[in-house]
């Protein structure tokens, strides 16, 4: 069954921390995507990494990197030096791309980053 | 940039009104979606289209109706309003059918059943 876990539901942190964002999947497929979104407070989800099951190369943009191991099914992002404006709710997303199906994304229950000063 | 465009953005209704959630992208996009969030939880798939006139059933359709006429636009009706769709719902539109695109998002409409 799918199925996305993200344990953390909530993280406080003070700025310039570094903070790492945890999530585990369940697939049967061996081709699928992850996905990670952000949600701030002003409520729009924002689209900040795909990607796919082949390739499982470590990715970073900026202060952002995320960490994708298939032998333990996770996908974690981390963001160094944390900021006040990474205040949001993080999502990670898997989708399958089994034959004749969509982009259904299948969600995790998110995580909540607050950034203090 | 238009993207997903979704009204209205908030929305009282008491129990037993219908209504119509609209949403439109103008990015060409074949692929169209409509997701419930919530408090304290993801995303959950109510419908989605693969193309005009193409519709089929998420994870949580009961209560819901949906059609799609147009490529641009993608509406999702509620017939009867019961309390438990009280929710934060979410339009999204990709280009891939492939799962290797990322889905945009709208704004959401937030609706309370009253």
């Known amino acids: 069954a799918q199925k996305v876990t993200q344990a953390q539901t909530e993280i406080s942190v003070v700025e310039k921390e570094d903070v790492t964002l945890d999530c585990v999947y369940e697939t049967r497929d061996t081709t699928y995507y992850l996905f990670w979104y952000k949600q701030p407070p002003s409520g729009e989800l924002v689209f900040l990494i795909r990607?796919?099951?082949?390739?499982?190369q470590n990715e970073i943009s900026g202060r952002y990197s995320w960490n994708f191991q298939k032998s333990t099914s996770s996908f974690n992002f981390t963001i160094t030096a944390s900021q006040v404006v990474d205040s949001a709710v993080y999502f990670c997303a898997l989708s399958e791309a089994r034959s004749g199906n969509t982009d259904k994304l299948i969600f995790g229950t998110g995580t909540r980053l607050q950034v203090f000063p | 940039n238009a993207g997903v465009t979704q009204t209205p953005k908030f929305r009282i209704l008491k129990i037993g009104q219908s209504m119509t959630l609209q949403c439109a992208q103008d990015?060409?996009?074949?692929?169209m979606y409509w997701y419930r969030q919530d408090p304290g939880m993801g995303l959950k798939l109510i419908y989605y289209?693969?193309?005009?006139?193409?519709?089929d059933k998420g994870e949580v359709p009961n209560g819901y109706n949906v059609s799609r006429s147009t490529t641009e636009d993608f509406p999702l009706r509620l017939e009867l309003a019961a309390p438990s769709q009280t929710s934060v719902y979410f339009c999204?539109?990709?280009?891939?059918?492939?799962?290797?695109?990322?889905?945009?998002f709208g704004d959401g409409t937030r609706l309370s059943i009253l």
């Open positions: 990015m060409n996009h074949n692929y």
């Open positions: 289209s693969v193309g005009a006139g193409i519709t």
């Open positions: 999204a539109s990709s280009y891939s059918i492939r799962a290797n695109q990322p889905q945009h």
């Open positions: 990607r796919n099951s082949f390739d499982e």
